[in-house]
């Protein structure tokens, strides 16, 4: 988190966030692990819907993003909202 930016950064893992690359639902109790799985997705949209409603940038990254060009990703995010120029613009997160 950088708060005094307003930006929050998540790293999202493949199999609890439904990763579309790479999630997947295991055998056993599939229905429970289903809705489960599902419900954290539901609620990763609404953190991300109250920190944008409350001014915040959020940026999501997943666990199998390259470490490095996830972090350099957040870097130019942080800059780019580091510039005095940027408090006026539309909020976008990466």
Known sequence: MFPRLKIAVF??????????????????????????LEANVRRDADTTARLEAAGWFVVR?????????AADAVEAFVNDRRRPEAVDQPRAGV
């Open 61 to 69: 990254v997943w666990e199998h993003d390259d470490t490095q060009g």
């Open 11 to 36: 790293c999202d893992g493949c199999f609890w966030h439904r990763c579309p690359l790479h999630g997947s639902i295991p055998r056993q109790n599939r229905l429970w692990w289903t809705q489960k």
